[in-house]
């Protein structure tokens, strides 16, 4: 089965970097997914990581280690916009096309 | 492009009334479907899922159910509603085209009374 663990809340500066990590531990590994959600909206879709390293998106990147069942997502130069839930899921199921979601992290940017 | 939509977007509906969800999709074919749950400050719940017509698998027991009556509507019903059905309701769709990443719908909030 899944267990994803990330931290519940984090705060940063604007114009700041953070970062969000999130452990894992799978009975089958298909990749690590990233959303973003703001209050009272629906989740969006940022990254897919499904090798080993660092993809950049711009002014976030999201890195994948699988050998050691960690990703983390970074947020750089940090706008009031971004202040949201950021989820991290791994795909479950036979098929491996559910998707099962850790609790969020909740970063709130500050002025 | 692909396109999900769901409705109502929010409902207020007493204990014990009847519920009825809808969500479509357009612009992709054979989609998988899915229903999330999320409550007040929690996580999402995976609820159902649909890989085809008339197919769907049950996540967790619940006062709840789902149908899928063609390729790209998805139902979620339920014959009395409880208080702890209140939550965030998302309906989300992927397929073999979108590398089965999930993509979701506006949501629907319910507020049980």
């Known amino acids: 089965g899944q267990n994803i663990d990330q931290p519940t809340e984090m705060t940063a500066t604007e114009g700041a970097i953070v970062q969000i990590n999130c452990t894992y531990q799978?009975?089958?590994?298909?990749?690590l997914f990233w959303y973003q959600q703001h209050a009272g909206e629906a989740p969006t879709f940022l990254s897919y990581n499904v090798l080993d390293g660092l993809e950049e998106k711009g002014r976030f990147s999201s890195f994948l280690s699988r050998s050691k069942g960690y990703s983390y997502l970074l947020l750089k130069e940090l706008q009031m916009k971004d202040s949201a839930s950021y989820l991290c899921?791994?795909?479950?199921?036979?098929?491996?096309?559910?998707?099962?979601f850790g609790g969020g992290t909740r970063v709130l940017v500050k002025p | 492009s692909q396109t999900i939509h769901q409705w109502p977007a929010t409902l207020v509906q007493p204990v014990g009334s009847p519920l009825s969800l809808e969500c479509t999709v357009e612009g992709t074919s054979n989609p998988n479907l899915y229903w999330y749950r999320q409550a007040a400050g929690r996580g999402l719940q995976l609820l159902f899922y649909?890989?085809?017509?008339?197919?769907i698998s049950s996540e967790v027991p619940q006062n709840l159910s789902a149908s899928r009556p063609q390729d790209r509507q998805f139902i979620l019903s339920s014959k009395k509603l409880l208080l702890s059905d209140s939550g965030f309701y998302l309906c989300?769709?992927?397929?073999?085209?979108?590398?089965?990443?999930?993509?979701f719908g506006e949501g629907s909030w319910l507020t049980v009374v």
């Open positions: 899921a791994t795909p479950s199921g036979a098929a491996g096309n559910k998707l099962t």
């Open positions: 799978t009975s089958g590994f298909n990749g």
């Open positions: 649909s890989v085809g017509i008339g197919q």
């Open positions: 989300a769709w992927s397929n073999l085209d979108s590398g089965n990443t999930i993509y």
